[in-house]
């Protein structure tokens, strides 16, 4: 297994493992926007309290969310050594490219550390108020579940958190516009035909996830405004 702990600790088996759970991550922001959009397709907030209910209470999404856990970890702390092993060599930022390099690619350190800070309060705010019970209860049709709405309503009526929220995710949107693309190109998907494809999908990608997250807190504070 000796190849297997060469490959993971060398600089490339390190960027595949970034490219692996960025995609990962990646796919888990459409599943996890699809959920929130209930924020606002339904303002009772019945559809999303008892969406959090069977989320919180279904086997395999409880093995899903650990895994998810794990790979942000994972990803975190892949970065961080590919940027010390970057400096220690050359004295310059993993994320730093030639004259031709994006502002995102420049600075992929600075907004995932933007992003992580927000991913803490963000849990902080929510999943942990979910898993520390201290949730209100609500009845729909003779069942008890936890007021997960009414704690997210609560948050999104101060200006404050709305604007957090909103910037983080504009933060965001530079993140994934690097990191989406790249991710490709370090598993080797280069190809003439489809390498352009594969960028023109990761803008799209990179501009209308963060904006959908972002409508959410939007549209509440105006709701109760």
């Known amino acids: 297994m000796s190849w297997l702990t060469d490959t993971l600790t060398s600089t490339l088996g390190r960027k595949v493992i970034m490219s692996l759970t960025g995609l990962f991550l990646i796919l888990f922001l459409v599943v996890h926007l699809a959920g929130n959009l209930q924020l606002i397709t339904d303002p009772t907030g019945e559809a999303f309290n008892v969406y959090a209910h069977t989320m919180a209470n279904n086997p395999l999404i409880q093995v899903v969310s650990i895994g998810n856990f794990f790979f942000i970890l994972l990803h975190i702390i892949t970065s961080i050594m590919l940027t010390m092993k970057n400096k220690k060599a050359r004295g310059v930022n993993y ?4 004259k031709s390099s994006t502002w995102a690619s420049r600075n992929m350190g600075a907004l995932g550390t933007v992003i992580l800070i927000f991913l803490v309060v963000h849990l902080k705010g929510f999943w942990f108020k979910s898993k520390s019970g201290q949730l209100e209860m609500i009845e ?5 579940y936890g007021d997960l709405y009414g704690v997210v309503n609560a948050a999104y009526s101060n200006i404050w958190y709305t604007l957090f929220y909103v910037v983080c995710m504009g933060l965001m949107a530079f993140h994934l ?3 989406f693309q790249s991710a490709f190109q370090t598993l080797g998907l280069n190809h003439k035909k489809y ?6 999908v990761g803008k799209v990608f990179s501009i209308v996830i963060p904006i959908a997250f972002a409508i959410i807190p939007i549209w509440m ?3 109760n405004a």
């Open 140 to 144: 729909y049709g003779g069942v008890e």
């Open 221 to 223: 504070f105006a709701q």
């Open 95 to 98: 994320s730093v490219g030639g």
């Open 195 to 200: 390498t352009p494809i594969i960028k023109g």
């Open 177 to 179: 516009s690097h990191g």
